[in-house]
């Protein structure tokens, strides 16, 4: 098979010793993919982790081979993939430093939600963990959130099917590669993700990897990595979700959760987390929208856009020309709009300290509302 870019990829994750951070490091100085594998010639300056005789000896061609059969299944099966420089890939996920190199995903989802959160607990939900999330999930719902989770049994799987059931956007986290689904119960689960707008599965793990018990430790990061917050519902002293927030604090993210009967063994986690710090105390959805202050993002959006449908004449010329743009400079808009410089500065000024637009650097202009 002709290598491409999507071989060379894959083979980066294959490469004998060469985790995440290695990889990206291998590309900040190899400049892409490509080069590491086809460059003829030795590593001018030492990697750091990296030694020129390490590089030297990497299994290049075995990564290649073996990264054969996994790109024919991608094509075969219409996976879709995001590669570490794709302008897609998840930026809240890169600001990790042990993030994935490649993402194997199916959906159509966006990897770059503006409110994406992780919600996780233990395998053993309760009634009152099921009580939790169909109150926060109804409750958030209107916040335009993106939950993710890791599709096991329990507050995963639940918090899937919730979303399902109210249509906010979801994602499953796999373990595994994506020629199969553990558990088994959860297949139906994420067929109808895949299928509806706004959801999915990914995994960092190629086709043929089984659901191992050492796999979803490195799942969890993947979690904890996509969310700007962690919820935890109900978890034991031990366990993955603690194991995801504990992440989701190294990644400096917010970790909330909801504590519950001391002599619970399902509340054990959530109520250690909270006694030591390492998680905000929330005991509903409300309380998590004001400490994370969305009710007056809401506000302050609803009033900007009051502000936006009020406009008139050529400020409202101007203020739509700019949000069809996205972004545009004052020269773009004076030869669009056919008005001098000086006097589009003059109304841009005025829709700035009103709050419509906002000054960008290079003399460019987007809207303020979001």
């Known amino acids: 098979m002709k290598n491409n870019h999507l071989n060379y990829q894959v083979a980066l994750t294959l490469l004998e010793g060469i985790g995440p951070k290695n990889a990206k490091m291998l590309l900040s100085h190899m400049g892409n993919e490509t080069n590491i594998f086809e460059s003829k010639q030795n590593i001018k300056t030492t990697i750091p982790g990296l030694s020129k005789e390490r590089f030297r000896k990497l299994n290049k061609s075995n990564a290649l081979k073996e990264a054969e059969p996994i790109v024919e299944y991608i094509k075969k099966n219409k996976i879709d993939t995001t590669f570490f420089t794709h302008s897609e890939y998840s930026q809240r996920l890169k ?4 993030s994935p190199i490649l993402l194997y995903h199916k959906g159509d989802f966006d990897f770059n939600h503006p409110r994406p959160i992780s919600i996780v607990g233990t395998r053993s939900m309760t009634r009152y963990g099921k009580q939790l999330i169909n109150e926060l999930l109804t409750t958030l719902k209107p916040f335009n959130i993106q939950v993710i989770s890791g599709l096991a049994l329990g507050v995963d799987g639940y918090a899937h099917r919730k979303c399902l059931e109210l249509d906010i956007p979801t994602i499953g986290v796999l373990g595994h590669g994506l020629d199969y689904i553990y ?27 089984l659901p191992d018990r050492m796999n979803f430790p490195q799942r969890n990061r993947i979690v904890a990595g996509l969310s700007m917050t962690t919820i935890v519902i109900e978890s034991g002293d031990k366990g993955g979700s603690l194991i995801t927030a504990n992440l989701a604090n190294d990644y400096n993210r917010d970790v909330f959760a909801f504590p519950g009967d001391v002599n619970r063994p399902f509340s054990k986690g959530c109520n250690n987390i909270i006694r030591s710090n390492t998680a905000h105390l929330i005991t509903s959805g409300k309380d998590f929208i004001s400490i994370m202050g969305w009710e007056e993002e809401n506000k302050i959006k609803v009033r900007q856009m009051n502000l936006f449908d009020n406009l008139k004449g050529d400020d409202k010329l101007i203020a739509n020309t700019i949000k069809d743009a996205g972004k545009i400079s004052i020269d773009i808009l004076s030869l669009k709009l056919k008005k001098p410089v000086h006097t589009l500065s003059s109304t841009l000024l005025k829709l700035e300290i009103e709050g419509i637009v906002m000054s960008l650097p290079g003399k460019n202009y987007s809207l303020a509302i979001l």
């Open 183 to 209: 558990p088994a119960q959860h297949k139906s689960i994420a067929s109808q993700m895949i299928q509806t707008k706004g959801c999915g599965i990914i995994t960092e793990f190629p086709n043929g990897t």
């Open 95 to 98: 600001q990790c430093a042990d």
